[in-house]
């Protein structure tokens, strides 16, 4: 039987966890990585809330659009756009061949406390 108080912590601790790992990875100036962290923290964010929303485990999905509708989570259109912005980063760590456009250090910084912001209201939801 599928203990969903534990998957919803995992979920949950990871994204808190990872968090940490992004400021590490911003504040030695490895932005590319850093925004792929500010990628997983969301994701897992998520994931806790679809965990939370269906009582079962999260799809094996690194679509942050995708996995926001089966937790049923209604974003801004703000929050939406930079979803999208998230998931240009998470495609670099998995396809070699796949090199987005790196922003600025200010702009990757003002991401950094995009993701800090969106983490709290999505584990508020839980």
Not at 66 to 83: M, T
Not at 88 to 110: C, F, M, S, T
Not at 114 to 120: C, F, S, Y
């Amino acid at each position: 039987m599928l203990n969903i108080e534990k998957q919803i912590a995992y979920w949950s601790n990871g994204a808190l966890d990872d968090l940490v790992t992004a400021k590490v990875l911003f504040d030695t100036n490895r932005l590319l990585h850093g925004l792929f962290f500010c990628h997983l923290v969301i994701e897992k964010a998520i994931k806790a809330n679809v965990v939370k929303q269906s009582s079962d485990v999260a799809p094996r999905s690194h679509n942050l659009i995708y996995l926001s509708e089966k937790a049923n989570i209604l974003f801004s259109e703000d929050d939406e756009i930079f979803l999208g912005i998230l998931m240009k980063y998470q495609l670099q760590g998995r396809y070699p061949d796949y090199n987005p456009v790196l922003p600025d250090r200010e702009k990757a910084i003002e991401y950094y406390f995009k993701t800090e912001n969106l983490l709290t209201w999505l584990l508020k939801r839980l």
